[in-house]
T-cell receptor
Framework: QKEVEQNSGPLSVPEGAIASLNCTYSDRGSQSFFWYRQYSGKSPELIMFIYSNGDKEDGRFTAQLNKASQYVSLLIRDSQPSDSATYLCAVNTDTGRRALTFGSGTRLQVQP | KAGVTQTPRYLIKTRGQQVTLSCSPISGHRSVSWYQQTPGQGLQFLFEYFSETQRNKGNFPGRFSGRQFSNSRSEMNVSTLELGDSALYLC????????????FGPGTRLTVT
């Protein structure tokens, strides 16, 4: 079982819709959770991080964390074609470490 | 504030050669982590440096090494290059020493022929 799992997609949504990206992790001791956006040929860009159970909102993005169920999700409201990218879920699986374990990413396509 | 910088951006090397990649973190960031990204394996952790000390190492052979200088700049070295080392090498910097947010540089694209 992979430590961090994501559906590879592609996830296709129409412009203006809500895109929902999901990620599950195996280590119950995981402390920190991150979402990165990566455009083709570019490096990952940090867009959200969440440390506590519940929701965290930043503009059109909402990160949701449920430690009991070991999943973290990212909602993108009012999706735009410019949101089309691969979204990587990353988890800090060991307390005190700075190593991130990444999922394989979900490719999002927003159709105009 | 300037972001993470990496040099060179592109490299072509031959099998058996060695290569050194450089990373300058965001000003004030003392932790630098290195990752390898390939289409088949995704993003994998190589190692992390904080205050000139290697704090953690991923599951890579000893041909991969690194160091950090007193100004927090970091270098990674790959010796005896293999075709499978062709990848995008990314460094990420962070402020804290406790698993906080990491910000990536643009990466160095290494091609081994």
């Amino acid at each position: 079982q992979k430590e961090v799992e994501q559906n590879s997609g592609p996830l296709s949504v129409p412009e203006g819709a809500i895109a929902s990206l999901n990620c599950t992790y195996s280590d119950r001791g995981s402390q920190s959770f991150f979402w990165y956006r990566q455009y083709s040929g570019k490096s990952p860009e940090l867009i959200m991080f969440i440390y506590s159970n519940g929701d965290k909102e930043d503009g059109r993005f909402t990160a949701q964390l449920n430690k009991a169920s070991q999943y973290v999700s990212l909602l993108i409201r009012d999706s735009q074609p410019s949101d089309s990218a691969t979204y990587l879920c990353a988890v800090n699986t060991d307390t005190g470490r700075r190593a991130l374990t990444f999922g394989s990413g979900t490719r999002l396509q927003v159709q105009p | 504030k300037a972001g993470v910088t990496q040099t060179p951006r592109y490299l072509i090397k031959t099998r058996g050669q060695q290569v050194t990649l450089s990373c300058s973190p965001i000003s004030g960031h003392r932790s630098v982590s290195w990752y390898q990204q390939t289409p088949g394996q995704g993003l994998q952790f190589l190692f992390e440096y904080f205050s000139e000390t290697q704090r953690n190492k991923g599951n890579f052979p000893g041909r991969f090494s690194g160091r950090q200088f007193s100004n927090s700049r970091s270098e990674m070295n790959v010796s005896t290059l293999e075709l499978g080392d062709s990848a995008l090498y990314l460094c990420a910097s962070s402020v804290s020493s406790s698993g906080g947010e990491q910000y990536f540089g643009p990466g160095t694209r290494l091609t081994v022929t």
